[in-house]
């Protein structure tokens, strides 16, 4: 396999195409130099290294967009060979409400309300961020949460990252309105799929994010996907995100979520793991700031041959800080799903709190499930569990469902919403809670 920075001249293009500021192309040459030489991510009991996680597309880099048997999303439905309806949700359905909608690159829905452009918040495409307020995004790009450098992946992301989202909302905004960006990806084009999202809430702002992936179309080669979401919650900020993943089964995908938690910030995560490809994610929160508080509920299901491995830490860097676990998945047929839990309090971080549950149901004999609960405990004077668990249905259970009636199928189902359950009430958006319910009974249903 060649060389990551051997593509040097075609990232620079890219650069170049995109107008970026100095600053962002120095940043993708120093990853580019380091990425071949960094260490891959250690992913426990997930052995990923081989996947085609870096299937770069030099047509994708000089700017030569195709859409490879897709509608064009920049075009009216009426000049299309599909219909466009779904991609952009109901003009009824969105009213007013803070909206973003990117089809690969290219935004071709943006919406914020007036009064909440007049009090400063930015909600925008991330190359658009670059050219109108540079300053801040190279403030917050791959500096506090997520280091250019970390790993090979993160390196990767750097240097070959081709769309993105920014949203920022100023000092003691409060925001009622959730916002909310679906990011599709085109599963017919042959270009790889590194999307950044920067989320910055300043000091004692509120809001809800919302955000989905999803894949359209599916008859490409083995595509690349590698996604960086950055939460910076600046002293007192409060940050409700929520996020439904549904990849198609020919992207193979890296994602890291990491919330840098300052002083009394709360970063509260609601994270849907419905992909069909294989998938392996760090989902972290770095507790910065004394009383910086972090919840963490996530959700999975495996199926057919898919491979997920998910890595889930809350780091207490600070006194009186708060990082709480919560995550059950299920697998069929003959999927594999890795849930590892990792709770690590550091020197210095008296009174700090770590708890955390991982459990895993398998459906099937030829499933493979694995929930391993890690504590790193450096600190006296702090309070830390955890609990894990992985079994098959109790066929008890299913034998007293099916002597009411029900057929296996629907016993099964029952079963599994009220496994998943715990974590779904925790959701603190309802309309999210509704959401990926009906995602999960179209999953499990598939």
Not at 38 to 52: G, T
Not at 432 to 441: G, P
Request: glycine letters at 8%.
């Amino acid at each position: 396999m060649a060389k990551l920075q051997d593509y040097l001249e075609q990232v620079n293009v890219f650069s170049a195409l995109k107008e970026e500021p100095e600053w962002m192309l120095e940043l993708r040459q120093a990853a580019l130099a380091k990425v071949d030489e960094l260490a891959f991510p250690k992913i426990e009991r997930v052995r990923y290294e081989r996947w085609p996680l870096f299937n770069i597309d030099e047509q994708a880099l000089a700017g030569e967009k195709e859409f490879a048997g897709f509608i064009d999303p920049t075009l009216p439905a009426s000049e299309s060979k599909e219909t466009g309806a779904g991609l952009v949700p109901a003009f009824d359905a969105m009213d007013n409400h803070p909206t973003l909608v990117q089809f690969d690159d290219t935004t071709i829905f943006e919406q914020l309300p007036q009064e909440l452009i007049d009090k400063g918040v930015i909600f925008t495409d991330l190359f658009t961020a670059m050219k109108e307020v540079p300053e801040l995004v190279n403030q917050y790009y791959m500096t506090k949460a997520v280091p250019m450098d970390e790993d090979k992946m993160t390196a990767a992301h750097a240097a070959f990252m081709n769309s993105g989202m920014f949203l920022y909302v100023p000092k003691n905004v409060v925001i009622e309105e959730p916002l909310e960006a679906i990011f599709y990806h085109n599963g017919n084009s042959q270009a790889h799929f590194f999307k950044h999202i920067l989320i910055v809430a300043d000091e004692h702002s509120e809001f809800s994010y919302l955000e989905r992936f999803q894949t359209k179309g599916d008859q490409a080669k083995k595509l690349s996907g590698n996604i960086v979401v950055e939460v910076i919650a600046k002293a007192g900020a409060k940050v409700k995100f929520s996020a439904i993943d549904q990849l198609g089964v020919n992207i193979t995908t890296y994602m890291n979520r990491r919330g840098y938690v300052l002083r009394d910030a709360m970063v509260d995560w609601a994270i849907g793991v419905m992909n069909d490809g294989d998938v392996v994610a760090d989902f972290d929160s770095d507790l910065v700031g004394e009383g910086a508080h972090s919840e963490v509920k996530a959700v999975a299901i495996s199926a057919g041959r898919q491979t997920q491995g998910i890595d889930t830490r809350v780091t207490n860097k600070a006194p009186h800080s708060i990082g709480h676990i919560l995550q059950h998945g299920v697998i069929r047929e003959r999927g594999v799903l890795t849930f590892n839990g990792i709770g690590h309090i550091l020197k210095g971080a008296k009174g700090a709190d770590a708890q955390q549950e991982s459990r895993v149901l398998m459906l099937s004999d030829q499933a493979r499930g694995d929930a391993n609960p890690i504590l790193l405990i450096d600190e006296h004077e702090v309070t830390a569990g955890h609990a894990a668990s992985v079994g098959r249905v109790d066929p008890e259970e299913m034998y007293y469902l099916m002597s009411r009636g029900l057929r296996k199928a629907e016993a099964e189902r029952l079963v599994i919403r009220g496994f998943l359950g715990s974590v779904l009430t925790a959701i603190p958006v309802k309309e999210v809670q509704q959401e990926l319910v009906a995602v999960i009974e179209g999953k499990l249903l598939a």
